[in-house]
């Protein structure tokens, strides 16, 4: 069904193939596990910092993936979606007060 991955010699080219494997949504995936567990891990934080700040981080990665073609330009949107909304919400709740 696939082709075997003789012509692997070094770390890109074995991403390249798993990514071709999983019709490029294997990086994308590894990209919202980074999110959710960056967000778990900023519990201490407010949910807007937090939320901020996981999807600032795996804005940029998902732009590296997209820069070398590991990802699609959809997960670059939904981080940029994300960001968006975590930085009205954060601007929403300081003028609270």
Sequence with gaps: MYSTPENVTNTIEAFS????LT??????????????????NLKNFETPKALAFSS?????????AWLMDFASKTFLLIFAVLMGVSL??????????
């Excluded at 193939?17 to 071709?20: C, Q, R, T, V």
């Excluded at 019709?23 to 778990?40: A, C, H, R, T, Y």
């Excluded at 009205?88 to 007060?97: F, G, P, Q, R």
């Design 88 to 97: 009205i919400w954060l601007h929403a709740e300081n003028s609270k007060y």
């Design 56 to 64: 600032f981080f795996c804005g940029l990665l998902s732009t590296f």
């Design 17 to 20: 193939y798993i990514n071709d």
């Design 23 to 40: 019709s490029s949504s294997f990086f994308g995936g590894i990209i919202l596990v980074v999110f959710f567990i960056s967000m778990i």
